[in-house]
């Protein structure tokens, strides 16, 4: 069972210097990134947590000088959650919002957190799809938000990741390390270009597909792929497509070349989801 340490951003450390300089003696601060919130002990070294961690004020300081860090909490030291991909070429990073995190992709947000946070982004997506049930392929694991949501309704779900440098990132994010936890999901390590080759016949019952921008897997958008995806998923089931904002110039054009090929694939009933950058289609 994976079990997240005190994981903190500048948000709660913020807080807590705030509550030493007005000289308070506890403070409440989440403890998990924004999902729950627990009593601390606040004394001339530093702050005491529940089970006796004990986090120095230079380090509560550090960490609240970098608003673009995550920093996991243990009794060997603090570290930020961020991870070099030997395999890629590409730092993965935890990156705080107000809510649940996302991750930094070499700089690059893998949400959408404007307006927004990457929980409420992935149950735009899952709304879109509509009901969730059966089996469910999430195409691109990322930091498992979509997995673990889709969980909470499907029969079960199977989900598949490039990089396993990203899952060395979900097993440090309290909003995710439950993935490998879930009894009703599958993970995996892959590319699934590949991978969905080896799945039978209509084996799902709905897919959601978010893939990483086009110009760095374009393989994910191509009509091979589409055709993958169209064979393993059964006659009536239903595909989200995320793709981007659709209002800016380039994703409007890869939109337009997304409903193309789904509709080449075979694809019915091809509608745009604005809402959830993306589109919806029906086999």
Known sequence: MYTCPVTLSYHAASSLLAARRQQATRTQISPDLNRTLIDVELGEEGVRFTGGLLLA?????????DDAGCYACTAEGVYKIQIFSEELQRVYT????????????????????KETDPHQDTLSKLRALGRIRGRVLDTCTGLGYTALAAAAHADHVTTVELDPAVHAIIQQNPWSCALFDAPNLTTSIGDVAEVIEAYPDQAFDAILHDPPMFSLAGELYSLAFYHQIYRVLRKGGRLFHYIGNPESRSGATVTRGVLKRLSEAGFQRLQDRPQAFGVTAVK
Do not use: C, K
């Open 57 to 65: 004020w230079t380090e509560v300081e550090d960490i609240a000088e």
């Open 94 to 113: 935890l990156y705080p919002t107000a809510g649940a995190p996302t991750m930094l992709i070499s700089g690059i947000p893998m949400h959408r957190i």
